[in-house]
């Protein structure tokens, strides 16, 4: 996925210099602190925020017990896609886990300016595509692997998220126990 990453980069340096302003123009710089939700159950995500830096996760509850979905990292894009897309109430929290800097767009900033600007529309599209293939990337680990397995696909692909994020976090995550990543940290 890395390959369709490269490719969705090289497409943002091709896009003309009005569209990029435009935008910038629909876009605003915003810090948030270390456990500032970005977003809360039940409410619509009328937001995307590019992580400029810091991490960040999306999470639900089930029974009062918190499931991470997604981890965001520098120039992550962090939404609810569900509710995002439907504009529709949504199920997840998105929180910052250290101290992070987004740029913010609003959904109808940006639905008025693909209206405008078509490679808008090429970009979001490439976004859309790619979210759907990391989240049948992530259906496949969850079917086919382990969770050691899973754990050591971390460790080899993204140390980076074990090196910045809680132990705690990373075993929701994997969709295991604490107690069962501490037994799987203590064999390798």
Known sequence: ?????????????????????????????K?????DLLLRQNEICEKSYLLL???ARKYYLNDGKEITTELYFEN???VSFESYTLQQPGREFIEALTDITVSITHYQAFQDAKTKYPKLVTLDLMLAEYYG?????????????????????I?????HIVQAVPLTIIASYLGISLETLSRIRARI
């Open 1 to 29: 996925m890395t390959s369709y990453l490269e490719k969705i980069a090289s497409y943002i340096k091709s896009i003309d210099s009005e569209t990029l302003t435009e935008l910038q123009r629909i876009s605003s710089e």
């Open 31 to 35: 810090k948030y602190k270390k456990g």
């Open 53 to 55: 830096s810091g991490i």
């Open 76 to 78: 992550d894009l962090a």
């Open 133 to 153: 293939m990391w989240v049948e990337h992530r259906l496949f680990q969850f079917h086919t692997m382990t969770a050691t397995e899973r754990y050591l696909d």
């Open 155 to 159: 460790l080899t692909k993204s140390p």
